[in-house]
């Protein structure tokens, strides 16, 4: 029996918390919350910048008061220009989160401009 991965859900801390399956992207605006954000970065890379779930999250977030902005420069194999290009776009927006939407690059990338 083969696994369908649209099945799948979970919820992992370690100590981050890592909210993943179908239907999760619907929790978005609560994790914000939970997580006292008020300006979430979003950081992701090109290609998923382009699929409508990234825009459907900046609308949820705007939408629900929060006022998030995108940062997508994330390149495979990221090195540290992409990082201290995203760390530049977080202090320009003075946000006080980040999520990360990815692919191991974005997630990569995304940790470390969050310890910024």
Known sequence: MALDARRLRGNWNFPTAIWFGTGKIGLLVRAC???GMRRPLIVTDPGLAQLPMIAEAVESL???G???AL???IRANPVGANVADGVAALKAHGADGVVTFG??????????VALA
Do not use: E, Q, V, Y
């Open 71 to 73: 940062f997508s420069a």
């Open 33 to 35: 919350r939970i997580a």
């Open 62 to 64: 705007t939408k629900d």
């Open 103 to 112: 692919g191991g690059s974005a997630m990569d990338a995304g940790k470390a």
């Open 66 to 68: 929060l006022a998030p």
